[in-house]
């Protein structure tokens, strides 16, 4: 699976973004994305993640109720909706994907086998 996250800019503090992670190769698999974000100098951090299915999903604290992950598996695309951002969210976001069997959304970068490049988000006045 290759992946491709696009739909990163420069925006002010209260903005929203829609990112897009599109999948290419072997897409008849189901797979698990979930969306990571790595700030200058910091560790990869879980953001949320959705399941084939997309009937479930799972958000960190500190995007839970500003940020929506969803999927449309026609498009090959999964979106990470960003609501009320502020610069704490500013980063390199990355989409990956979990080709495992595992039933659960996986939070550790280490469980993902696919990764797209990343686009950049920059929340600044």
């Known amino acids: 699976v290759q992946l491709q996250a696009s739909g990163g800019g420069l925006v002010q503090p209260g903005s929203s973004l829609r990112l897009s992670c599109a999948a290419s190769?072997?897409?008849?698999?189901?797979?698990?994305v979930g969306w990571f974000r790595q700030a200058p100098g910091k560790e990869r951090l879980f953001v949320a993640a959705v399941t084939w299915t997309g009937d479930s999903t799972d958000y960190d604290d500190s995007v839970k109720g500003r940020f929506a992950i969803s999927r449309d598996n026609a498009r090959n695309t999964v979106y990470l909706q960003m609501n009320s951002l502020q610069p704490e969210d500013s980063a390199i976001y990355y989409c990956?994907?979990?080709?495992?069997?595992?039933?659960?959304?996986?939070?550790?970068?280490?469980?993902?086998?696919?990764w797209g490049q990343g686009t950049l988000v920059t929340v600044s006045s």
């Open positions: 190769g072997r897409t008849d698999s189901a797979y698990k």
């Open positions: 990956a994907a979990d080709i495992s069997s595992l039933s659960y959304l996986p939070r550790t970068p280490f469980k993902y086998d696919y």
